[in-house]
């Protein structure tokens, strides 16, 4: 399985395997930065390379807190992915925006605490453009796909990311819908920046649950509520996926040049302690 783009879908809640999946291996793959939330499916979909990861492990046995981010996206570098479709349970922000919608939003708000968000921890450090966090060429792909599948999908919009695993408070909610933001959950930071750090085409497939708990004629967020609506979103991402990659696919795109004129150091001069980490990152620069 080389010379093909190999795309990677990490799988958020309610999705921990894709329907059609032609399997080829698993991969238990160990970084310098732990373990991945689970062992990364290589595999075949209308016959394009996919790598498959549930961002909480098989089992849903991972908060949002204690996802480990950095050997999520290390994990999947290594198994030679060069762009990630995230798929995603959110709340709405917006009375438009209804349980059962998917939003392709193109911005990320990171409200997240006491999370690793970069591999460029020193001595070599690196600074990435985060102005446009979601690749625009894999999300119009993907609203192709969305409209072939007949999903009722906002493309754009503004995705909080809280800490969690707690809901909002009401008068959180309500401030977020002050801010004029659309869709709120708890994953897709740092996950984007480190992405983007790995030089990785980076969108988000956010499937609406809820109203979070601003929407005063409907029921406060509950996870049996949530839980209803998102095993009808999960059969819609199984769709939207299956139309994604039927589609002649694109094979170059400027986020993977992000690290270009972002390293701040001579790699040169550097000594193995500090390349060892971060070698998938740098290896093009090094040669």
């Known amino acids: 399985m080389t010379g093909k783009i190999r795309t ?12 059609g999946l032609e399997v080829i291996d698993e991969l238990d793959i160990h970084t310098p930065w732990g373990k991945p939330s689970a062992p990364l499916l290589l595999a075949k979909l209308h016959n394009q390379e996919v790598v498959f990861l549930p961002r909480h492990g098989r089992n849903h046995d991972i908060p949002p807190h204690k996802i480990n981010y950095r050997a999520n996206i290390y994990a999947l570098k290594l198994a030679g992915v060069s762009r990630i479709i995230s ?17 392709l939003v193109n911005q990320l708000i ?5 999370r690793e968000k970069t591999f460029f921890d020193g001595p070599i450090v690196a600074h990435v453009s985060m102005a446009d966090p979601i690749c625009h060429c894999l999300q119009d792909t993907l609203f192709q796909a969305s409209q072939k599948s007949g999903i009722r999908t906002h493309k754009n919009g503004t995705y909080l990311v809280m800490q969690g695993p707690q809901f909002s408070t009401r008068a959180e909610s309500m401030l977020y819908r002050s801010w004029g933001l659309d869709v709120i959950g708890m994953t897709n930071m740092p996950e984007a920046k480190l992405a983007r750090e790995a030089e990785m085409c980076y969108a988000t497939i956010a499937m609406c649950t809820d109203y979070d708990c601003w929407h005063e004629e409907e029921d406060n967020v509950s996870v049996s ?3 209803e609506v998102m095993h ?13 990659f039927q589609q002649t696919q694109q094979a170059t795109c400027a ?15 550097q000594d193995d302690d500090a390349i060892r980490p971060i070698h998938a990152l740098v ?5």
């Open 8 to 19: 990677g879908i990490i799988g958020g809640s309610g999705l921990y395997a894709i329907d």
């Open 87 to 103: 798929v995603s349970a959110v709340g709405s922000l917006r009375e438009d925006i209804a349980p059962g919608d998917f939003v």
């Open 110 to 114: 990171d409200q997240t605490i006491n």
């Open 225 to 227: 509520s949530v839980i």
């Open 232 to 244: 009808a979103n999960v059969e819609k991402a199984h769709m939207l996926l299956h139309h994604f």
């Open 255 to 269: 986020c993977n040049q992000a690290l270009e004129h972002g390293v701040f150091a001579d790699l040169s001069k």
């Open 283 to 287: 290896e093009r620069f090094l040669s």
